[in-house]
């Protein structure tokens, strides 16, 4: 169970007042109710609970497929269509996968041919199947990524290339749909009414974390328990409205920046989904809160001095893990050369557990005000409870913003721009 440790006490008490709980209680019933702007977009609300059973069974069995035939999965998406995977991922495998495990690889995430060109060497000598993955079926990164691959796939492949190539998209729209229906490729949708920031629980995330080996019943089963939890509680004890209600509490009095750190670097992606879900549902109408991200202790001998000691815009959110999966123990030698035997004894999780406490009372004392969201620990269904509990909460925070949490159209702007450029038929 994930809970929630406010540790700014000052913050709590004036931000959820009784004005703000009535906020929030509207917030919640409108929401539920599907009466909000954007709420098109609210098929992820129910979406772990109401899952069909046969449709995890279907992607199971995609992925074992993918894992008795490929050494590499190559997952091409970007933005909402790359990230969920990719922190799932990042936070549930080993730092240093085993040679048998399935290996899985982004690509179409950027554009880089460097990348691209030392990928597909890569791929040289090893089995490989492909998973893009774009809701609207048309994003440029991914599209020139899959050109890449599919002619690598084909020249390889030859007709065995359409058993290899699985394409995850809209159900009607899209040339990515259009291009996988001449093909013949295996298609798993994207629903309608699930933005990609959204994405994480539907066959976006699902199927590259199941090939990863991981369970995405439990996942589901976490992400399930934050969606039963909060549906009920009321602004008294529903950390996702605490949440929202605290953040907007503090951008209202200027903290217009918010700094997501974590002393576990596994975590790394999952704070680069978060930035994409509140930066693309919040930024909007001259709004929101910028979120950054840190990755202590390695960024307290970069970016801490900031922080301490720079311009007084920014609160900052631990995100913190009880218990270590894996950890080792500080121990004595003879001659203490590096004079680290007063330490003896330490683990390295309670090395963290005492650097946290450090940077935190310093970052109070330097006027950072403060949350933590506490994990017991990283594992499926904890992060699939933090995930829910974030995306539940980014929409209690843009409606408080007065905000529709669902769009993003300010990101058309660079598109056609660079279309424009491109002189692309059309623009
Ligand atoms: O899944 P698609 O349609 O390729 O979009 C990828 C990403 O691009 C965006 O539209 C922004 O560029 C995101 O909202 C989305 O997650």
Redesign the pocket.
């Known amino acids: 169970m994930l809970m929630i440790n406010l540790t700014y006490s000052q913050a709590i008490e004036s931000a959820v007042d009784l004005k703000m709980k009535t906020r929030l209680q509207q917030i919640q019933e409108d929401l539920y109710a599907k009466k909000g702007a954007g709420s098109d977009f609210l098929g992820w609300l129910d979406w772990p609970s109401s899952l069909p059973d046969d449709f995890l069974s279907k992607i199971e069995d995609t992925a074992k497929a993918i894992r008795d035939k490929a050494d590499v999965l190559v997952v091409i998406?970007?933005?909402?269509?790359y990230l969920g995977s990719k922190a799932v991922l990042s936070a549930l495998s080993s730092y240093f996968p085993k040679d048998e495990q399935l290996e899985v690889l982004f690509a179409g995430h950027q554009v880089s041919g460097e990348y691209l060109k030392q990928l597909l060497e890569h791929l040289e000598g090893k089995e490989v199947v492909v998973n893009v993955?774009?809701?609207?079926?048309k994003?440029t990164e991914?599209a020139i990524a899959f050109r890449f691959l599919r002619d690598y796939m084909e020249k390889r492949y030859g007709d065995g290339a359409a058993e290899r190539i699985i394409v995850t998209t809209d159900a009607e729209k899209g040339a990515l749909r259009q291009l996988a229906e001449t093909k013949g490729y295996e298609r798993f949708i994207v629903p309608d009414d699930v933005?990609?920031?959204y994405s994480v629980f539907t066959a976006v995330g699902l199927l590259p974390i199941a090939a990863a080996g991981h369970s995405i019943r439990k996942l589901l089963d976490g992400a399930k328990e934050a969606e039963t939890t909060y549906r009920e509680a009321g602004p008294d004890n529903n950390p996702a409205m605490q949440y929202a209600a605290i953040r907007h509490h503090l951008y209202v009095q200027g903290y217009t920046t918010e700094v997501n750190a974590i002393f576990e670097p596994k975590l790394s992606f999952v704070q680069e989904w978060w930035k994409?879900l509140f930066g693309?549902s919040e930024g909007k109408e001259g709004k929101g809160i910028f979120p950054a991200s840190v990755v202590f202790t390695t960024d307290l001998h970069s970016l801490g001095q900031f922080i301490q000691d720079g311009q007084r815009n920014l609160f900052e959110t631990f995100l913190l893990v009880k218990e270590a999966q894996q950890d080792l123990e500080i121990f004595e030698t003879p001659e203490d050369g590096d004079e680290l035997n007063y330490i003896a004894g330490l683990s390295l999780q309670e090395f963290n557990h005492i650097a946290h406490k450090g940077t935190s009372n310093a970052h109070l004392s330097g006027g950072v005000p403060q949350l933590s969201l506490t994990v017991d620990r990283i594992d499926e269904s904890q992060i699939g409870h933090l995930l829910y509990f974030y995306m539940l909460s980014c929409a209690y925070s843009a409606y408080l913003l007065g905000i529709n949490p669902f769009d993003?159209p300010g990101?058309e702007e660079y598109?056609n721009n660079i279309f424009k450029l491109l002189k692309k038929p059309g623009f």
């Open positions: 998406g970007i933005g909402g269509s993955i774009s809701k609207s079926g994003t991914p933005g990609g920031r994409q693309e993003q990101v598109k």
